[in-house]
């Protein structure tokens, strides 16, 4: 199984969850008008069946390196610098995505979307990170890193979109905010473990998660601050910082490729 489509069908599976939860959500709040405790006291169900396979999980599998299938090549080499430079894109990447609460923020702000439409555009979007990160997910294990390109410029048109567009524009900007997670959160895991050797990529996968993470809060902060300010300034900023991604994403994959030529 390659990286891209193992990633890529983890992802499924989480935006599956994430789309089935706020239409769950949807639907108590139709029928139970501000019942948000009921709704959430549905939502205990399927977290009580998620730790309870954790928890066969655990008693199953308790040491799962011994599911390699050879033992991996111990070095005391560091982090090579393909991996700085990719982490360094991929923050990049991050401070320019906002976080969807500040897109239903806006929403509601603008008047562009009724509130009980936003769990369904949010729904929406998972399910199209969910499709997506299988098709991308297939396609990185086929042509490399350098899929990142044009999908990173795909998931830049989320920000106009999203905070001019009117309904329907929104509804696709939405779409697109959702690719752009699926993206995130497969492709990108997942070109990290052709970086790094098998036995540091628990550290990468750590400093990797946590340098997004990071860049992920600060730029949603700052889309928070200037979304009180001026809506094309935000759209400026998310858009810049997704576009300043590319120069180093395409030098990673010149990188890589010099690498195994």
Known sequence: MG????????????????????????????????????????????AAIVLSLLAAARLLYPRPEELETRPPEVTAQGLPRVFWLYLAGAALVAMGFADFPLIAYHFEKAGTVSLSWVPIFYAIGMGAGGLGSLLFGRLFDRTGIGILIPLTLLAAAFAPLVFLGNFWLALVGVSLWGIGMGVHESIVPAAVAHMVAADRRASAYGLFTAGYGVFWFLGSAAIGALLDVSVPAVIAFAVLAELASIPLFVRVRAMMRAATS
């Open 3 to 46: 990286y891209g489509w193992a990633f890529g069908m983890h992802e499924a599976l989480d935006q599956a969850g994430a789309l089935c939860g706020p239409l769950a959500v949807a639907a108590v709040l139709a029928f139970h008008h501000g019942g948000y405790r009921l709704a959430f006291a549905v939502l205990a169900i399927p």
